[in-house]
């Protein structure tokens, strides 16, 4: 006679290994639901706002509250954007930016990483220490940082100008007094600053992953290049670049994505969104949205343009991701 204990286990028991197989494969997406849900709220729905946004002409925040109709007006804000000359500067300066900011950073962040690499472990331990600051300060602290710096009355900048000799002040730059300069109004020279800003927050991240991606290194290679008399230039590029270049694709890709959408550091050195001539697709999508008159529309319509960009750049490095996967 079976009992109702026995029930469970006989049950259990006639289970097939396909039925079962399906249940466990259930089970990492029933743990991943949470995230989703999150991510469904407070990405992807706002984001969903912002296309359909991008489809209407809003001018107002009654618009907005629902207090007023949203006249529908298809690709028209597409269309006067991608018609807009001042579109193609903010495109221009964005990618120009970009592409600067990336080399940089690779660069200075590589040789970070290299240096650590070489370093003993006290003293690599100092190094990363102090190199991790710049990456963990906000980039609102960081800016107000540099922006102090470059302060046209009392910034460390003006300071060592002033300090040099009058004769070589002149010679070298015509001027003597640099009290109150603007160091912001020049564009080329506000992208400098930019640039410099962007970097010291950025190269950390791609030193340390550069120092972990060396770590996987056999050293036996070194030794060995060293002993036939290779140089150190000859020794990175023949070896420790080819085995690194998933990493250095990986970091390209995502400093790609994190320079074209620049816009805390822009926002405060700028003092705002009155210099246009400096504006990058980020900060151009505000000034449009929210300067007065507001254009919601059309900031929405920006925001979209920037996205799409971005999302072709994420898809390179996911594929990038998947075929480092395979190859491994």
Not at 215 to 225: D, G, R
Not at 246 to 272: M, R
Not at 306 to 320: A, D, K, P, Q, W
Request: aromatic share 14%; net charge positive.
């Amino acid at each position: 006679m079976t009992t109702l204990t026995e029930v469970p286990e006989a049950a259990a028991a006639r289970e097939t290994p396909a039925r079962r197989r399906r249940r466990v494969d259930r089970l990492p997406y029933l743990l991943l639901l949470p995230a989703l849900v999150i991510i469904g709220v407070l990405l992807l729905w706002p984001l969903g706002q912002v296309v359909a946004m991008s489809f209407y002409r809003l001018n107002s925040v009654r618009q907005l509250r629902g207090d007023r109709e949203w006249p529908w007006v298809g690709l028209g804000n597409y269309a006067d954007i991608l018609s807009d000359p001042f579109f193609l500067t903010v495109l221009r300066n964005t990618v120009l930016f970009a592409a600067a900011n990336v080399l940089l950073t690779m660069i200075l962040g590589t040789l970070v990483g290299l240096l650590l690499n070489r370093l003993g472990r006290k003293m690599a331990t100092f190094v990363a220490s102090c190199v991790m600051l710049a990456w963990a300060t906000p980039a609102l602290t960081g800016t107000i940082v540099w922006k102090w710096i470059f302060d046209d009355t009392s910034g460390l900048v003006t300071w060592l100008f002033n300090a040099l000799p009058d004769g070589l002040s002149n010679g070298l730059f015509g001027r003597s007094d640099w009290t109150g300069y603007g160091w912001f109004n020049s564009p080329l020279l506000f992208f400098a600053i930019l640039t410099l800003v962007v970097v010291w927050h950025s190269f950390p991240f791609i030193a340390v992953s550069v120092l972990a991606g060396l770590k996987s290194v056999p050293s036996e290679l070194h030794e060995a290049a060293r002993v036939d008399g290779a140089s150190p230039w000859r020794v990175f590029w023949k070896i420790t670049f080819p085995l690194l270049r998933p990493v250095f694709g990986i970091l390209i890709v995502l400093s790609t994505i994190w320079d074209f959408k620049v816009f805390t550091q822009q926002f405060v050195l700028a003092g705002g969104t009155q210099d246009r001539p400096t504006f990058m697709l980020a900060i151009y999508s505000y000034a449009e949205a929210f300067s007065p008159p507001p254009k919601y529309g059309l900031g929405a319509a920006i925001a979209v343009i920037l996205t799409l960009i971005l999302l072709v750049v994420t898809g390179f490095y996911v594929r990038m991701v998947l075929r480092q996967e395979d190859e491994s």
